[in-house]
């Protein structure tokens, strides 16, 4: 009943499957900072439709600091990475500048909230 109440109220809102990134050739994570040329809401826009477009993004943040967006990409390698670069994400419109973190290990990761 619990859980139904939860879901009513839109607390719960999905269910998903957890899949190990490496069973499915998705092991290299990549934290992709974007700087935007400038901040107009077109610009914005525009980035964002194109960015939530492209499979290999897991996530994307809009976040304040020295960048305007940070991506969470799972790819299969480098090579993966770099086609994925040099095809999909340098095509995107208005982007003035991109820095990557590749992920050494993973010491937490969870979607898991303590509800009291």
Known sequence: ERIKKL???GVI???VALLNRTKIKKSFVVFCHIKLIQ????YLNTFEHEVTQLKEVL???HVSG???YI???CVENMEEYREFMVTKLTNLKHIGSTHSSFMISE???TTQF???
């Not at 901040?39 to 077109?42: D, M």
């Open 114 to 116: 303590d509800l009291l």
């Open 39 to 42: 901040h107009t809401k077109e």
């Open 13 to 15: 809102h999905n269910y």
């Open 107 to 109: 010491l937490k990761n």
């Open 7 to 9: 879901e009513r109220e």
């Open 71 to 73: 991506l969470k990409i």
């Open 66 to 68: 020295d960048y305007d």
């Open 59 to 61: 996530e994307c943040f």
